[in-house]
């Protein structure tokens, strides 16, 4: 029998719905086939594909029904629409080529002066131990035009958390109970999936979190080797040189 490849968005999802307490969390997910895709277009209406591998935003694409057999497609900073199922999906296809991917619900993310934000969120934990700690947190604004928040691709912008959800459309929620249900859900994600043998000797886990237009907490990815030039770009280098302090004494 194969061993499930950990780094499969796929597995990763299948793994995280195990537990009744992410279920409200994770956004729903399944193998992209022509019926799980329009399945969920004709239940949500607007729908992400993504690479079951691959990060940074790579390949992702945004799929919204207008009515009358009429989708638009949203992928980097362009849009189309094609009229009829059939030459919707053979668009879609054409793109994707023959790379395996999923199809989710996708949620709508709060806002940033009228651009989606999400939050890069690391989680740690020494060797040896089971106790994981928040270790740095980072908003990522995405660029004009653009659905997803990886800073290269969409030329986005890096803020400290605090000061996005300061200026977000959340403005008026709490910061106080904000905050506090962030740092629940990443640490109760890798406490849950460091159970599973396919992640137990991970010792560092980058969560790309959201929060949707009612505050919900969401996981979209969990990178297994997460990027670090996020906390390099703040001015305040605090979170940084944990992380980085954290790596070390795991080497």
Excluded: C
């Amino acid at each position: 029998m194969n061993t499930p490849n950990r780094r499969s968005k796929w597995v990763k999802y299948r793994v995280m719905k195990r537990f009744g307490v992410l279920k409200h969390h994770i956004p729903i997910t399944r193998r992209l086939t022509p019926k799980t895709f329009w399945g969920f277009v004709e239940k949500y209406s607007d729908v992400i594909l993504k690479p079951a591998y691959g990060s940074r935003g790579k390949g992702v694409i945004r799929v919204t029904s207008r009515g009358n057999y009429r989708y638009t497609i949203h992928m980097e900073n362009e849009r189309i629409t094609k009229q009829g199922k059939e030459w919707t999906y053979a668009y879609i296809r054409k793109i994707i080529g023959s790379y395996s991917y999923i199809v989710q619900r996708r949620i709508p993310l709060s806002t940033v002066n009228n651009r989606p934000f999400d939050m890069r969120v690391i989680v740690q934990r020494r060797r040896n131990t089971h106790d994981w700690e928040i270790t740095g947190r980072v908003a990522k604004v995405a660029g004009e035009g653009y659905i997803v928040t990886n800073i290269t691709r969409s030329k986005g912008t890096i803020m400290k958390l605090e000061s996005a959800l300061q200026k977000s459309s959340l403005k008026d929620y709490s910061h106080r109970i904000l905050m506090p249900n962030i740092d629940r859900i990443a640490i109760l994600i890798a406490r849950k999936l460091s159970r599973n043998k396919l992640y137990l000797n991970q010792h560092i886990f980058g969560l790309d979190m959201g929060l949707d237009t009612n505050g919900r907490v969401w996981v979209i990815e969990v990178n297994l080797k997460p990027v670090l030039s996020h906390f390099r770009k703040l001015k305040d280098q605090t979170m940084y040189q944990r992380i980085m302090e954290y790596k070390k004494k795991n080497i």
